[in-house]
């Protein structure tokens, strides 16, 4: 994956986009700072799953700043933070709709026995396991509730 952007950073640079360059260079970036703090746990440098796990906290953070901009009437900040957003989902998988998360959160819940509250942290688990970087795991912790609810309630 690390290849894969670098590859794309360059390309950039050659095409002098300046948006893909520096949104590639905060990626870079910020999977430097991680490398960095796994050294300190004898780990040489960060999994491909550890990656999509730091672009989709990125795509996360851009999300609630554009809400932030929106509301503070800066449309231009907004769209800068979308473009980016479009620029860091290329190197994610395909999200998952609502749809397709509700239904791999209750095949999941059948698979392990999902029973109650008390398995929810099991649950999430398993589900950041799977589908690290397709899935909106706040909206997966909301079905897991409900469902739980629902079964147990």
Do not use: W
């Not at 300190?40 to 491909?48: A, E, L, R, T």
């Amino acid at each position: 994956m690390r290849d894969e952007i670098n590859e794309a950073l360059k390309a950039a640079i050659k095409l002098q986009d300046k948006r893909r360059m520096s949104t590639l260079r905060l990626i870079n970036a910020a999977i430097k700072d991680r490398d960095i703090a796994a050294r300190s746990s004898d780990k040489k440098s960060v999994s491909d799953s550890e990656v999509m796990e730091i672009l989709s906290k990125m795509v996360k953070q851009r999300h609630e700043s554009i809400k932030v901009y929106t509301e503070g009437g800066r449309p231009e900040l907004a769209q800068q933070e979308q473009e980016e957003i479009d620029i860091i989902q290329t190197f994610l998988p395909k999200q998952l709709s609502e749809e397709e998360t509700h239904s791999a959160v209750l095949a999941l819940m059948d698979e392990i026995g999902c029973e109650g509250l008390k398995d929810m942290g099991k649950t999430m688990g398993a589900l950041k396991e799977r589908y690290t970087g397709q899935m909106d795991f706040s909206m997966a912790s909301r079905i897991v509730k409900e469902q739980i609810a629902e079964r147990c309630g």
